[in-house]
């Protein structure tokens, strides 16, 4: 059984469009996680979700909306599509504490036309 | 967070030890050291974390110097399935459930 999935695993849309990705984790987490990695391949944190209460916004743009509907997921919903947003985003969760491991998914390569 | 100095890349023959560097010179008492490695196309894994002791698990070793200001992570016989980006980062102990945050890492590669 897969512990973090996320759906689709590539996305190729054009300019202006909305999208979602969706991520479920299996894992019984508390906290889950968006992370987007560019062409540079630098991981950078957007989002963190603990108890479907958002504790984390690093600077990112209003146009991506984190939605919880459940413990178990974490669906990032993307306005107004720019080519700057083409990356691959990687959905984590973990248990609370300093040493609980995150667990990620492999990743949606998403790429904007 | 404090912040980790990992060296750009390295390179490993299969079946030899793969010891893997990072400073840490500004680490606080509460830093816990933790690894994490991403494989080509695939999302982080965790490896192993540890405060001051070292540690060992199935995956890997962790040698911590005693002054916490460095720590070694240590593969044993590197396959060619280690070929990875590995990941240094301190996570603070009074910060509970916060997100790791990732360097550029060294880019591993082993040859057969």
């Known amino acids: 059984d897969t512990a973090v999935s996320q759906t689709p695993k590539y996305l190729v849309t054009q300019m202006g469009n909305d999208k979602s990705i969706k991520c479920e984790q299996n894992?019984?987490?508390?906290?889950m996680y968006w992370y987007k990695q560019d062409s540079k391949k630098f991981l950078k944190i957007m989002f963190s979700?603990?108890?479907?209460?958002?504790?984390i916004n690093e600077t990112v743009p209003n146009r991506f909306s984190p939605k919880s509907p459940d413990k178990a997921h974490l669906n990032l919903h993307i306005n107004s599509l720019e080519l700057g947003d083409s990356a691959v985003y990687f959905c984590?969760?973990?248990?609370?504490?300093?040493?609980?491991?995150?667990?990620f998914g492999n990743g949606t390569r998403l790429t904007v036309t | 967070d404090a912040k980790t100095t990992q060296p750009n890349s390295m390179e490993s023959n299969e079946e030899e030890p793969v010891h893997l560097p990072c400073n840490h010179s500004t680490i606080s008492g509460t830093d816990y050291i933790h690894w994490y490695r991403q494989l080509p196309s695939q999302g982080p894994e965790y490896v192993i974390h540890?405060?001051?002791s070292n540690v060992n698990n199935r995956m890997a070793s962790l040698a911590i110097a005693e002054d916490r200001k460095s720590s070694t992570l240590i593969l044993h016989r590197a396959t060619l399935r280690d070929a990875a980006v590995y990941y240094c980062?301190?996570?603070?102990?009074?910060?509970?459930?916060?997100?790791?945050?990732f360097g550029k890492g060294t880019t591993l590669s082993v040859s057969s």
């Open positions: 984590a969760s973990s248990l609370p504490g300093h040493n609980s491991p995150l667990h």
């Open positions: 894992l019984g987490h508390d906290t």
């Open positions: 979700y603990n108890n479907k209460e958002l504790i």
């Open positions: 980062i301190l996570r603070d102990k009074n910060q509970a459930g916060t997100a790791l945050i």
């Open positions: 540890g405060l001051t």
